[in-house]
């Protein structure tokens, strides 16, 4: 009798064809048993993914480190508290919405003509994208803040788009410095004990002095709403991303030091108990 098992056997794995096609079905059974042992064990986490993507984006963007940032990343603020005079007081210059190419340039070179510090509240995906000026105003002795990812309205978005709009923009900061920023300037100054307890520790910063750059985007005006509210403890928004603005910065600097203030950051600021 002859053995049928066996003549299937070698009719099986003799034609090339049928071999190929039992291999794949073996290989794509395997390969669905394996995918969804993984899909039921470890659930998408969006914001884990949205993060991944970010550090992908960094990567891309080469982010150079200032020379001085080393591979450490420091969590506590680094300053020295500026020459106060005591006959004067205190005000801080803060700029949103940037870096931008040109007029975040020129602002930098007017601020260091004129030795001011001041505090720049940057956006995530324009910080990967001009990481160089970022890391030169850091370099310059300027503060770096963070101003989110996308400058959305963090009282309406879920708890993990609210840190993952904080802490992916700090990481990218702390990318490009060396430096995990201390402070946070929520979009449109809206913020809630919410928003604050999911900050990560970040001091949440507005404003007491808003001269409307961005909707006049006119220099004298700019200029006059600054001159004519100008007080000690002054923490004026400003936003380095406006030409007509950084028109102003100036005048700005001549009026307050001709009434003795000082230019500090925020950080300085909250060390002088200002904040």
């Known amino acids: 009798m002859k053995d049928h098992g066996n003549v299937w056997h070698v009719k099986l794995f003799s034609d090339p064809f049928v071999f190929v096609f039992v291999f794949c079905m073996i290989f794509a059974t395997a390969f669905v048993v394996v995918l969804f042992s993984i899909m039921s064990k470890a659930p998408l986490d969006i914001a884990v993914v949205c993060e991944q993507i970010v550090e992908a984006e960094v990567a891309e963007a080469e982010v150079v480190l200032p020379p001085d940032a080393g591979q450490e990343i420091n969590e506590e603020p680094v300053f020295s508290l500026p020459n106060i005079d005591p006959n004067g007081g205190v005000i801080a210059l803060t700029f949103d919405d940037g870096p931008r190419p040109g007029s975040t340039e020129r602002l930098l070179d007017i601020l260091k003509a004129n030795n ?7 956006i995530g995906p324009q910080a990967i994208n001009y990481s160089h000026i970022v890391s030169r105003a850091y370099n310059d002795g300027h503060q770096i803040a963070n101003h989110t990812m996308n400058h959305r309205d963090l009282t309406i978005l879920s708890d993990d788009e609210v840190i993952y709009e904080i802490s992916a923009t700090s990481n990218i900061i702390a990318g490009i410095t060396g430096q995990m920023p201390t402070a ?21 910063v507005k404003w007491n002095l808003d001269p409307s750059d961005w909707a006049s985007r006119n220099t004298n005006l700019v200029y006059n709403n600054v001159a004519s509210e100008l007080r000690d403890g002054s923490i004026v928004v400003l936003h380095d991303i406006y030409d007509s603005t950084v028109d102003a910065i100036q005048a700005i600097i001549d009026i ?8 500090v950051t925020i950080d300085e600021m909250i060390a002088l108990g200002r904040i």
């Open 256 to 263: 307050a030091r001709a009434h003795n203030y000082s230019f």
């Open 184 to 204: 946070l300037r929520p979009p449109y100054s809206n913020t809630d004990s919410r928003v604050q307890s999911l900050a990560g520790g970040l001091r949440v």
């Open 116 to 122: 001011v510090r001041a505090t720049f509240f940057v």
